[in-house]
């Protein structure tokens, strides 16, 4: 079965640090990815997706970038954190040619 | 993207039915209707999509109105579990909104025992 792995869980960094949050899916092949940040508890805004190796879209100009260095496995990065890119991030994924999103566990980002 | 509006909030009673309604008068023909749901701290949960005829599953049923400018959620017995946001989305089946789900603010339910 497919599976969706999002670490850490919870994350305090000082502003102007690096960001790394992982994401790697398990028991398919191709998936679409998908990077997405919820702030204030509601209304997820998509940050970026992936239809396949290398291939990344941007949703909206931010100050995060995301990487997709092998298949199943999705990176978003920040080389400088403000305070606004607080929020709690998730990962999906879905079939390239098929519907429905299985969402990870998210991290809840905290910049202090 | 097209666009859904859901109420803010819902409530209902342990072990009732729950109709949660989504309008989307833009809808265009190749979109699918889409609902998730998401409980506190967790990432949203798919619960059930349709196109055109009302769909059910072991979660909920999915009734959609004939001119598809309508949709409504059904969860036939609810429980505490249930309470969640939910979000009704359209999914593009083509051109630049393939594959992406736009979510909105969604509905609180809240399920009193």
């Known amino acids: 079965s497919q599976t969706i792995h999002q670490w850490p869980a919870t994350l305090v960094q000082p502003v102007g640090s690096p960001l790394s949050l992982e994401c790697t899916v398990e028991g398919t092949s191709n998936p679409n990815l998908y990077w997405y940040r919820q702030a204030a508890g509601r209304g997820l805004q998509l940050l970026f997706y992936?239809?396949?190796?290398?291939?990344i879209s941007s949703e909206v100009p931010q100050n995060l970038s995301a990487s997709r260095p092998q298949d199943r496995q999705f990176i978003l990065s920040s080389k400088k954190l403000l305070l606004s890119d607080s929020g709690f991030y998730l990962c999906?994924?879905?079939?390239?040619?098929?519907?429905?999103?299985?969402f990870g566990s998210g991290t809840r980002l905290t910049v202090v | 993207d097209a666009k859904t509006t859901q109420p803010n909030s819902m409530e209902s009673n342990e072990e009732e039915p729950v109709h949660l309604p989504c309008n989307h008068s833009?809808?265009?023909?190749?979109?699918?209707i889409h609902w998730y749901r998401q409980l506190p701290s967790q990432g949203p949960e798919y619960v059930i999509h349709?196109?055109?005829s009302n769909v059910n599953n072991r979660m909920a049923s999915l009734a959609i109105a004939e001119d598809r400018k309508s949709s409504t959620l059904i969860l036939h017995r609810a429980t505490l579990r249930d309470a969640a946001v939910y979000y009704c989305i359209l999914r593009g089946a083509g051109g630049t909104s393939y594959g992406k789900l736009t979510f909105g603010q969604g509905t609180i339910l809240t399920v009193h025992p």
């Open positions: 349709g196109l055109t």
């Open positions: 992936s239809v396949g190796i290398g291939q």
């Open positions: 833009t809808i265009s023909g190749t979109d699918y």
């Open positions: 999906a994924w879905s079939p390239f040619n098929g519907y429905g999103y299985t």
